[in-house]
């Protein structure tokens, strides 16, 4: 089972700061990694796919970079909306489906 | 617009059954895999279970397989997922989801949650 290692668990950024979450695979996925911002209460919404593509209506300061092993997400300068728990999450290997586990962004 | 909403969920007795139904509308349902994650209370998300769009193909985690059951009604764009011999650690929400033709999960169901309890 491919298990991703995300860090911080907990990141406290002031709104207008960068953001730098990481996401490390244990082995190689290629470029088939996604992220997803959950907030209480509400389901995940998809981020970034392919490793560095924004999904539909995904603003442009949410950037995501990598490829195998080592992955970033980027929030370029936090708004008030963006303090949530981000997840990334691997489709490399047919059915293997697995999370992170997760870094809060938090004032 | 695509929607994803679960019902089903509530309190179970452990060693119990429960069978969770998620409606599918704003796609054709029957051209799409799909999927279950869960997510018990503070913690973070688990993938379940996957149904290959023509329910021949089924796969679970090690942590559900032999208990739970994925299936499918591409008549009623109804997905469904039946939960028996639950447990304490079975207690979360848990989340229908579609994924694309690129494997990666793009729409997300609210949630319906499922507590084991007596």
């Given at each position: 089972?491919?298990?991703?290692?995300?860090s911080?668990v907990?990141?406290s950024v002031?709104?207008?700061e960068r953001?730098t979450?990481?996401?490390r695979?244990s082995?190689?996925?290629d470029?088939?990694?996604a992220w997803?911002q959950q907030?209480p209460?509400?389901a995940?919404?998809?981020?970034?796919?392919?490793a560095?593509t924004r999904?539909?209506?995904?603003?442009?300061?949410?950037t995501?970079?990598?490829?195998?092993?080592?992955?970033t997400l980027?929030?370029?300068?936090?708004?008030?909306?963006?303090f949530?728990?981000?997840?990334?999450?691997?489709?490399?290997?047919?059915?293997s489906?697995t999370?992170?586990?997760?870094t809060?962004?938090?004032? | 617009?695509v929607?994803?909403?679960e019902?089903?969920?509530?309190?179970?007795q452990?060693g119990?059954s429960v069978?969770?139904?998620?409606?599918?509308s704003?796609f054709?349902?029957?051209d799409?895999t799909m999927?279950?994650?869960r997510q018990?209370p503070?913690?973070?998300?688990?993938w379940?279970?996957?149904?290959?769009?023509?329910?021949k193909g089924t796969f679970?985690?090690d942590?559900v397989k032999?208990r739970?059951?994925i299936?499918?009604?591409?008549?009623?764009?109804t997905?469904?997922?039946?939960l028996t011999r639950v447990n304490s650690e079975?207690?979360a929400?848990?989340y229908c989801?579609k994924?694309?033709?690129?494997?990666f999960?793009?729409?997300?169901?609210?949630?319906?949650?499922?507590t084991?309890?007596?």
């Amino acid at each position: 089972e491919i298990v991703l290692t995300q860090s911080p668990v907990t990141l406290s950024v002031s709104p207008g700061e960068r953001a730098t979450l990481s996401c490390r695979a244990s082995q190689g996925v290629d470029t088939s990694l996604a992220w997803f911002q959950q907030k209480p209460g509400q389901a995940p919404r998809l981020l970034i796919y392919g490793a560095t593509t924004r999904a539909t209506g995904i603003p442009a300061r949410f950037t995501g970079t990598g490829s195998g092993t080592e992955f970033t997400l980027t929030i370029s300068s936090l708004q008030s909306d963006d303090f949530a728990v981000y997840y990334c999450q691997q489709y490399s290997k047919w059915p293997s489906r697995t999370f992170g586990q997760g870094t809060k962004v938090e004032i | 617009e695509v929607q994803l909403v679960e019902s089903g969920g509530g309190v179970v007795q452990p060693g119990g059954s429960v069978r969770l139904s998620c409606a599918a509308s704003g796609f054709k349902f029957a051209d799409f895999t799909m999927h279950w994650v869960r997510q018990s209370p503070g913690k973070g998300l688990e993938w379940i279970a996957l149904i290959t769009w023509d329910g021949k193909g089924t796969f679970y985690a090690d942590s559900v397989k032999g208990r739970f059951t994925i299936s499918r009604d591409n008549s009623q764009n109804t997905l469904f997922l039946r939960l028996t011999r639950v447990n304490s650690e079975d207690t979360a929400v848990y989340y229908c989801v579609k994924e694309t033709t690129y494997w990666f999960f793009d729409y997300w169901g609210q949630g319906t949650l499922v507590t084991v309890s007596s």
